[in-house]
């Protein structure tokens, strides 16, 4: 009964910028550390970035710089700053989200559907 729906993803050239965002929808009591990952054609699932509720950020060193995490509690929304993209960014990005669905606070990963970031020469 929960969805994490993303935009923002699309086609960009080399040097230029998107920003991704990422908001649950549907019934859930709580929800907790939010990330995102990203996945090449051939490469395992890596992780980006995650912030707490608190808003303790965790980025990958690669993009240390050029990547900024945020969140928004009152929307439940987290995005992703992406900057001065290359071809290594080029992969499909998934929020992921840790969420109790009832006051039980049985947590549980969840994930949207992933949006695609293309950059071309």
């Known amino acids: 009964q929960v969805q994490l729906v993303e935009s923002g993803g699309g086609s960009v050239q080399a040097g230029g910028s998107l920003r991704l965002s990422c908001a649950p929808s549907?019934?859930?009591?709580?929800?907790?550390?939010m990330g995102w990952y990203r996945q090449a054609p051939g490469k395992q699932r890596e992780l980006v970035a995650t912030?707490?509720?608190?808003?303790?950020?965790s980025i990958e060193d690669s993009v240390k710089g050029r990547f900024t995490i945020s969140r928004d509690n009152a929307k439940n929304t987290i995005y992703l700053q992406m900057n001065s993209l290359n071809a290594d960014d080029a992969a499909v990005y998934y929020c992921n989200a840790q969420i109790a669905i009832s006051i039980l606070l049985t947590w549980r990963d969840y994930w949207g559907q992933g949006t695609q970031v293309i950059v071309s020469s």
């Open positions: 912030i707490t509720r608190g808003g303790s950020t």
């Open positions: 549907g019934t859930f009591f709580s929800i907790s550390t």
